[in-house]
């Protein structure tokens, strides 16, 4: 018997925003869904527009399991998380080390596939991609509590838009956020 899926499927239990009075709480699979829906779009835009050749569905699918970790970890505050090189250190240890549980709760011959997508290369282009998604779905997060009255995101906002701006010299980043990132300022009806 394997449990890895009855873990993943533990994804739905672990909130986000922990230190924050959300008007709509947020877990880390509607999290991962979204962020999958970003990557997938960011890699087909730089595909379609910008002459690049990657994988979509393995860009997407790295993003859908981006967060795997915080089934064991729990998801751990960003103020805390890098609030000196120290923590931030032993924090990627422990993340690591959670996945290297996950993953061995999987038959032998499908661990390798789920490494690849769980613990990617940092430094792949595709890896990029999914923190800049990563980053753009909680700085929609920051927009919606704001147009909700929610003045607890306005720091966490102006944050969020700068890290997802330092991703602007990836082009396909740009294009999203100048092409979508308005619309989720808007109410239902301003959206028809």
Known sequence: MYNFFAYMARMKLIKRWSLMKSVSDENIAEHSAQVAQIAHALALIKNRRFGGDLNVDRVATMALYHETSEVLTGDLPTPIKYYNPEIRKAYKDIESTANEKLISMLPDDLREDYRELIEPETDSYEAVLV?????????????????SGNREFAKAEIALREAVEKYYCYEEVKYFC??????????????E
Do not use: N, V
């Open 131 to 147: 923190k800049a998604a990563d980053k753009i779905s909680a700085y929609i997060k920051c927009i919606e509590e704001m147009r």
């Open 178 to 191: 100048e092409t979508f990132i308005e619309s989720f300022g808007k109410t239902l009806d301003e959206l």
